[in-house]
């Protein structure tokens, strides 16, 4: 199969983002174009969305937030309700809260010992493959997963997002365009949320953007990132965003081509 590099140029197309619990995961998952995000409900993550501001919703649109328990209600929402809502443009991003999600499937599953994590893995490699295939027809439809981080007490060893199944942790993130590390910071008496674009001491980071992406930003949205992946904006010594002025009210994703994921639904 032939690959098209000039159509494999659309910006943050499948991120991992992950950091300690109140470090901006969320906040920054939700600022991506139209979400659809679903996550276990006892997770909570759709309560920071709640209490966002409109406005930092790309054009105002609050995410979708749809709780999933287990694999056949994920595969609901992905083959049946994404699908619709891709084809009336009401979707852009599909975001997966990882951590607990991935707990509560290993709860749930009756299987024994190890045959439980296979089965995981069986889910995630399903998700991952039915959001990239409906990508090849909606380039602009994005996947976000979002996880706690797993603390290691040894610092020589990396860390990583916090899933059950160790092996599942480490592959999954090196499927994706971005890997961003999150972490609270506070400079001057104010709170920012610090997002971590390359290796910061043992917790991974990095993207297949080089240079185009600083080290670390403070307090970015979506639109900051792939402003600064397109060159329209910089970061000062902080990592803090310098925009310019004719991208401050610019739409910035494309609207989706015409079509549906067909692609997502069983055959």
């Known amino acids: 199969m032939k690959i098209d590099l000039d159509a494999a140029t659309v910006p943050l197309q499948t991120v991992m983002v992950y950091g300690a619990y109140r470090?901006?995961?969320t906040h920054l998952c939700a600022t991506f174009p139209k979400v659809l995000w679903l996550g276990a409900p006892r997770e909570g993550g759709y309560k920071t969305i709640a209490h966002m501001s409109r406005s930092a919703f790309p054009g105002g649109v609050r995410p979708d937030c749809r709780g999933v328990v287990g694999f056949e209600e994920l595969r609901a929402v992905i083959e049946t309700e994404a699908p619709k809502l891709v084809a009336a443009k009401r979707i852009e991003t599909i975001c997966v809260e990882l951590s607990v999600f991935s707990d509560d499937v290993i709860?749930?599953?009756e299987s024994v010992g190890w045959e439980k994590y296979s089965n995981l893995i069986k889910i995630m490699i399903y998700l991952d493959e039915k959001i990239k295939k409906a990508?090849?027809?909606v380039p602009h439809l994005r996947l976000v997963y979002n996880a706690l981080m797993a603390r290691v007490e040894d610092?020589?060893?990396p860390a990583g997002p916090l899933m059950a199944g160790r092996g599942l942790a480490e592959k999954l993130p090196a499927l994706c365009d971005a890997i961003i590390y999150t972490r609270a910071d506070t400079i001057?008496?104010?709170a920012d949320?610090?997002?971590h674009h390359a290796q910061w001491g043992n917790y991974p980071a990095g993207n297949r953007y080089g240079a185009k992406l600083p080290p670390l930003t403070r307090n970015a949205s979506f639109t900051?990132?792939?402003h600064l992946i397109e060159?329209?904006?910089s970061v000062d010594s902080d990592g803090r965003i310098v925009r310019e002025e004719s991208t401050e009210n610019e739409s910035l994703t494309p609207p989706a081509k015409a079509g549906n994921l067909r692609s997502l639904r069983s055959k």
Do not use: P
């Open 155 to 157: 610092d020589k060893r």
């Open 193 to 195: 949320y610090v997002q």
């Open 231 to 233: 060159g329209r904006a």
């Open 107 to 109: 709860r749930h599953d």
């Open 135 to 137: 990508q090849e027809k």
């Open 188 to 190: 001057d008496g104010k």
């Open 224 to 226: 900051d990132l792939v």
């Open 23 to 25: 470090t901006g995961k």
